[in-house]
């Protein structure tokens, strides 16, 4: 059996959908994120590999963890993780709840509604958001804004894949009763276009997941480190333009990413934004905020 590292796809952190650990962030904290990353895309590499039985998949998994919690030194990525949070006194907690989910993703291959589909955000996404937050030092009671974004990333990447997902993994993250709501089945996710029963289907998760964020708009506002908000504040920019174009969009045959002019451009309007949020801030608190 192959060992973690060398199940890795090749990503790295500059290729994903939403900016990791970038030059926003403060350089004494990107240390430890690039290590959670690192970790915890090696697992995503392990769940989604497609020559490895589920067993094997599971055995790697539980390996990492072992490396993780120091009962043993094999992979490079778990180690150097485990060393950050040493530095910091942070718990695995997050780095084990990713865990779990990557477990499930070689385990439950179908999602009931919409709570499943949370529940599975739960361990999926949000703990990438709260590590940050730990990191950072911010205060708990940020963690529902951060449990809003995190989730709504999480199925904008669902839905932006979803014919990819089924074809090559079999795995279909949009809940089986919003397809039977619209008269469809996962099969359809097969096609090279989208039905106009399974265009209603992804239009109206992408309604819901608009309404994820709503929650999250008052996130960078909440936070203390000016880097980290405005950040945030991007993030929540690029999500919410994407949520914009599947609302509107097949997944199935047409481009629901952004281009590199479309990223630079809401990347500046999301400054913008937070930049605003922190001046309001700085106005109704009657100080100048923290800058980490």
């Known amino acids: 059996m192959i060992t973690p590292a060398e199940a ?4 790295g952190h500059r290729d994903e959908n939403f900016p990791v650990a970038s030059r926003l962030i403060h350089p004494r904290h990107r240390a430890p994120i690039l290590a959670f990353y690192e970790f915890v895309r090696t697992a995503d590499d392990v769940a989604d ?5 589920a067993q094997e ?16 030194d094999e992979d490079a990525v778990a180690v150097a993780l485990r060393s950050q949070l040493a530095a910091r006194r942070l718990p695995p907690r997050h780095a084990q709840d990713l865990l779990t989910a990557f477990r499930m993703d070689v385990t439950k291959l179908r999602y009931r509604d919409w709570d499943d589909l949370i529940g599975y955000c739960r361990y999926s996404a949000m703990p990438v958001g709260r590590f940050v937050l730990d990191v950072h030092g911010e205060s708990r009671a940020t963690w529902p804004f951060n449990d809003a974004l995190c989730a709504a990333l999480q199925i904008i990447n669902h839905l932006q894949d979803c014919g990819k997902d089924y074809r090559e993994l079999d795995r279909v993250y949009l809940p089986l009763d919003a397809f039977a709501a619209a ?9 090279e276009r989208a039905s106009a029963a399974l265009l209603d289907c992804v239009h109206k998760l992408a309604d819901r997941t608009g309404g994820l964020l709503r929650e999250s708009r008052g996130f960078c506002a909440n936070i203390s480190d000016t880097r980290l908000a405005l950040e945030v504040s991007v993030i929540q920019t690029f999500a ?13 045959s047409e481009r629901v990413h952004l281009a590199k002019l479309g990223v630079a451009g809401f990347g500046v309007l999301g400054l913008l934004y937070g930049v605003g949020r922190r001046i309001s801030r700085v106005l109704a608190a009657g100080h100048r905020p923290q800058d980490a």
Not at 57 to 72: F, I, M, P, T, V
Not at 183 to 191: F, I, K, R
Request: glycine share 10%; charged share 30%; hydrophobic share 40%.
């Open 57 to 72: 998949k599971l055995a790697l998994l539980d390996r990492l963890e072992a490396s993780l919690l120091g009962k043993g």
């Open 8 to 11: 890795r796809s090749g990503k």
């Open 240 to 252: 919410e333009r994407l949520v914009g174009l599947l609302r509107s969009r097949d997944p199935l």
């Open 49 to 53: 590999h497609s020559a490895l039985a």
């Open 183 to 191: 008269g469809t089945t996962v099969e359809s996710l097969n096609a």
